[in-house]
């Protein structure tokens, strides 16, 4: 299947949810604070996902559009000192990237940090579309602040882009349960030297809710879909640089072939 019969398939997926706007999302539940459960989806699951979720769930609409393409630009230092605190599996470990809204040409910088159970801690700034690519005297400020507050620790040196992540992004909301569900498809990783086309015929979901599992987790669950242990930045670190050590991921690694 192509990545554009993909996109054809979530729409028609979507198709039957009620819209929900973003200032009514934003409105809910920030979600700063969250636990994350991810899945690799079969497409096929994916539709019969949806059809169970429709009568709670509701689909973030823009302009008349429920997908939207995204741009991520990931920052490491040259030996990939923070993906490696990952494989690692280190308490203090974070994750820098900016995003960029393609439909709105808008961006933020992020700061994603793992809180004291496990947690998501997301922190965000606004950030210019044309220094997405780079880390601004602002960018690094914001860094420093947020390592000092939640670690107690400085930020490593020589941090600069490695790699980005484009993809299509749907969002279903849980307006009573506080909860999301994103929705991704036609993945590709790049980097300065060669690109890597994730596989069209499945949907990288993530469940985010404030703390025990949703109804999303539990219908996914009756699918016999399980969760996995995935980052998109280690995913595609891993596959760009294949002299990195990648234990932690190697069977999730085999899905994304």
């Not at 934003?26 to 979600?31: G, M």
């Not at 933020?108 to 950030?127: A, D, W």
């Not at 993809?167 to 506080?178: N, Q």
Request: proline share 5%.
């Amino acid at each position: 299947m192509t990545a554009r019969r993909t996109v054809a398939a979530m729409t028609g997926a979507l198709e039957p949810f009620q819209p929900i706007t973003l200032a009514d999302v934003l409105a809910e539940a920030a979600l700063q604070v969250r636990i994350d459960r991810k899945y690799l989806v079969p497409l096929e699951t994916f539709i019969e996902l949806t059809v169970r979720l429709r009568d709670r769930f509701a689909a973030l609409q823009i302009d008349g559009k429920r997908t939207f393409g995204y741009e991520s630009v990931y920052f490491d230092t040259p030996d990939h000192q923070l993906y490696l605190d990952h494989v690692q599996r280190r308490r203090r470990r974070y994750k820098l990237r900016t995003r960029a809204y393609l439909d709105s040409d808008e961006c933020s910088l992020e700061v994603k940090l793992k809180g004291n159970r496990s947690e998501t801690v997301k922190s965000r700034m606004p950030y210019a579309l044309e220094d997405r690519a780079r880390l601004t005297p602002a960018a690094q400020d914001f860094l420093a602040e947020q390592l000092r507050t939640q670690y107690g620790v400085q930020a490593e040196t020589g941090l600069g882009p490695v790699l980005s992540t484009t993809y299509r992004r749907s969002t279903l909301v849980d307006p009573d349960g506080h909860a999301r569900l994103t929705c991704d498809i036609d993945l590709r990783f790049s980097s300065r030297h060669q690109t890597v086309d994730v596989t069209p015929h499945a949907v990288l979901v993530e469940s985010k809710t404030a703390g025990r599992a949703g109804a999303a987790d539990e219908v996914l669950r009756d699918l016999r879909v399980r969760p996995i242990q995935v980052s998109k930045y280690c995913v595609a670190a891993a596959l760009l640089n294949p002299h990195l050590r990648s234990n932690p991921w190697h069977r999730t690694l085999q899905l994304f072939h």
